[in-house]
């Protein structure tokens, strides 16, 4: 027989018990945990000047001051660093708090130009001058930037669109070119300028390749073809290539503004555009690089850079080829081919966003210490000079702007090339695409600026020497 189980009494709630938990109101939390003294610390050590900590930066300026005032700051390779990171990133972040202007390259005019208008003007400690200076020549800093920029994009570029820029940009480049001699040419005369001195001793120079590539064989060749003096007429082509340098500067700055509004125009660094669904190439090989690259891949990507400017280094020597072009030949051909392994391409991408995000603005600060002469600049600074000048950067701009679409490059993208094509050599190169945020296209820049500023010295000699 069963025995039947009696009901468990439920027992009532009381008034006095707590309310469920899902009765709390929404939103309502505990009071937060005030942050600890360490972690007040780590949050001030979190803010940067430039790449800097903020505490180191400040230890650091206070060491180089000490040091300064004892008369023994050296030009070693530490204290090197640790005077163009400190400067540069200085410049850079005043350039930074300045409305508006910071998007026209601020950042890039001041790190390019305050620290030589410093040295001019007697503002700037002797003993940081020299330490600089040495520093900076006898490192040879600026090549050094630029194997690792052009190596580490060129390894990180999809071999289609890799070549597809390489066959493309020679055509923007060359009708900017024409229109940019012709509409220079024309404004100088306009206001009232000869004919011929605007055209050799302005425009021409603006997009000879920079100093050593352009001003120096420029005006070498015009002084032997008059049987004069190279140095008046050095300084006449080097004046009108810094004013080239400067509005280009500018240029990229707004050009990259543009950008940011109309997204439409721009790839963000990318040069050509690719066609819809087009899957890159080298996309797996990418993907599988960017896992299992380390820091061995780094140290072989930074080897195998320094190896191919070595490798133009030799060949300037034999054959006195230009070593940064020949450089980006041989980097170009291990691309194509695939002879570097996806693991070091990895290495190649890392290297590149590290040398573009940390060395870029103390090697500008660097380079305007020890190789820009502010005194030839102020001598340019004659408004017709000054609007001779512009007119030559824009139209340049302009037409790679206007012609990009018809080869399939982003204007923005091609426009900014085109500028490039009146930069300073390498020097201007980094600051112009420090200004426009798109260092990836160094590659394009310097086939612009080398190759295309040997053409250019090239074809004004011959017609120098035709016209005198």
């Known amino acids: 027989m069963e025995t039947a189980t009696p009901h468990a009494e439920v027992p009532r709630a009381s008034a006095k018990a707590a309310p ?58 530490p204290t090197g660093i640790a005077l163009v990171a400190v400067g540069g990133f200085t410049c850079a972040e005043l350039a930074k708090r300045i409305p508006w202007v910071r998007h026209i390259g601020a950042t890039s005019i001041f790190a390019a130009f305050i620290p030589s208008a410093m040295v001019y003007y007697g503002l700037m400690p002797e003993p940081v001058t020299k330490a600089v200076t040495t520093f900076t020549k006898s490192s040879n800093f600026l090549y050094l930037f630029i194997a690792a920029i052009i190596v580490g994009s060129v390894l990180s ?47 021409v120079p603006i997009m000879a390749g920079g100093v050593g590539e352009g001003a120096l064989p420029l005006s070498a060749g015009y002084a032997q073809i008059l049987g004069v003096e190279q140095g008046p007429l050095f300084a006449q082509a080097l004046s009108a290539a810094m004013l080239g340098n400067i509005s280009a500067i500018c240029l990229a700055g707004l050009l990259s503004y543009l950008g940011a509004r109309k997204p439409k125009l721009t790839g963000n660094g990318q040069l050509t555009v690719a066609p819809a669904g087009e899957v890159p190439v080298d996309a797996a090989d990418a993907s599988q690089g960017a896992q299992s690259f380390d820091a061995a891949s780094v140290a072989a990507a930074g080897g195998t850079a320094i190896a191919l400017y070595l490798l133009g280094v030799l060949s300037h020597q034999w054959f006195n080829w230009p070593a940064p072009v020949v450089m980006l030949v041989f980097v170009v051909i291990a691309q194509l081919f695939q002879i570097v392994s996806p693991r070091v391409r990895g290495g190649a991408r890392f290297m590149y966003s590290f040398f573009s995000t940390a060395v870029t603005y103390p090697l ?79 590659p394009f820049a310097q086939i612009a600026t080398r190759i295309g500023g040997a053409i250019i010295v090239l074809v004004s000699l011959t017609a120098f020497a035709y016209w005198h």
Do not use: Q
């Open 20 to 77: 469920p938990t899902s009765d709390i109101k929404a939103g309502a939390t505990p009071n937060p945990r005030a942050p600890s003294l360490r972690e007040r610390w780590w949050a001030v050590f979190d803010v940067r000047i430039g790449a800097l900590p903020l505490p180191v930066y400040l230890v650091l300026i206070g060491i180089l001051a000490a040091m300064t005032h004892n008369g023994k700051l050296a030009s070693d390779l």
């Open 157 to 203: 570029m999809d071999r289609r669109t890799l070549v597809k820029g390489f066959v493309r940009i020679f055509i923007p480049l060359a009708l900017g070119s024409v229109v940019a001699a012709c509409v220079g040419t024309a404004v100088g005369t306009a206001l009232g300028l000869d004919v011929k001195h605007v055209l050799f001793y302005i425009v």
């Open 364 to 442: 500008m600060f660097a380079i305007s210490v020890a190789m820009t002469p502010w005194g030839e600049i102020v001598t340019a600074f004659h408004w017709i000079n000054i609007v001779t000048a512009l007119s030559t950067v824009l139209s340049l701009a302009l037409t790679g702007f206007f012609v990009a679409k018809w080869v399939g490059m982003y204007p923005v993208e091609a426009a900014i090339v085109n500028a490039t094509h009146s930069g300073l050599g390498g020097t201007g190169d980094v600051a112009i695409l420090t200004a426009a945020n798109r260092m990836e296209l160094m």
